[in-house]
């Protein structure tokens, strides 16, 4: 089926409220362990965004830093991503996405990296360091391939540069719920409605917030707000503490990604 296509039908099929997308970086804590977090976090979410882990990962904070290093640590490396996410495809029709910084893609190469994804069915892309102006011949192979394009958005973003993202990215436009790296927040911005709101008037597809979400009842407000939550650092943080304190990472994180999406039925 087509990234694009699949990423709509989840939106169209939630029954009116917000969709909940889970992250988790893959090969953490090794290979093994990763598939069965990543199906467990399926049980509850809607899509599942599966990041290759990376040594110097700039959007992100502390808890996704450490994750991708003992990853890397285990011996995970940026191609196993294809084959966690061909297994995982056996497992579920649910949209699966790659977000990844663009040396991988760049080493790989743009045709050799869009057409593995396609091949272990994943539905979209997301490279928070590749800028829309510089990713020309990078949409055009992932989107013959069937992938989503997906792009960001952050609060100091212009009204044109919002119309232009608005008009570019496919599947939904991933809105940042805070300034700054990823990581888990006591509170989320007062500003974070406003930016939404300005965002949809630039932006006909479908709006996810993500960043800084850590809990059931934040994950609600944002619900309210967007048309999906993405939830990252609170997941892989409880598979951290899970791991250093000798328990299962998959139960951890299945109880509270079951907690979110509770959160976003309840509302």
């Not at 396609?118 to 013959?144: F, N, Q, S, V």
């Not at 059931?216 to 304190?245: F, H, M, N, T, Y």
Request: aromatic share 6%; charged share 25%.
């Amino acid at each position: 089926m087509d990234g694009i296509k699949r990423l709509e039908g989840m939106f169209e099929d939630t029954g009116g409220r917000a969709a909940l997308i889970g992250f988790h970086t893959a090969g953490f804590p090794e290979r093994e362990t990763s598939l069965r977090i990543c199906l467990a976090l399926l049980e509850h979410c809607d899509a599942l965004e599966v990041g290759i882990p990376f040594s110097d990962p700039v959007l992100d904070g502390p808890v996704i830093q450490e994750s991708s290093f003992r990853a890397l640590q285990a011996g995970f490396r940026p191609s196993d991503v294809f084959g966690l996410v061909k297994d995982l495809r056996k497992a579920t029709q649910k949209p699966l996405l790659i977000m990844t910084y663009y040396n991988p893609v760049h080493r790989l190469g743009h045709g050799r990296f869009a057409s593995a994804a396609a091949e272990a069915g994943a539905d979209g892309i997301l490279i928070p360091d590749l800028p829309p102006e510089e990713m020309g011949d990078w949409r055009e192979t992932a989107e013959g391939q069937g992938l989503a394009v997906i792009l960001f958005a952050s609060m100091t973003t212009s009204d044109e540069r919002l119309r232009m993202l608005g008009e570019l990215t496919r599947g939904f436009l991933y809105c940042f719920a805070v300034k700054g790296i990823t990581g888990p927040r006591e509170s989320l911005s007062r500003d974070l409605g406003p930016f939404l709101e300005r965002a949809r008037r630039f932006c006909t597809k479908p709006i996810a917030a993500g960043l800084g979400v850590s809990n059931p009842e934040q994950c609600r407000e944002v619900g309210r707000l967007a048309d999906g939550v993405i939830v990252g650092s609170a997941l892989v943080k409880a598979a951290l503490e899970a791991v250093d304190a000798g328990r299962d990472p998959a139960l951890a994180v299945s109880a509270l990604a079951a907690g979110l999406r509770g959160a976003l039925e309840s509302d």
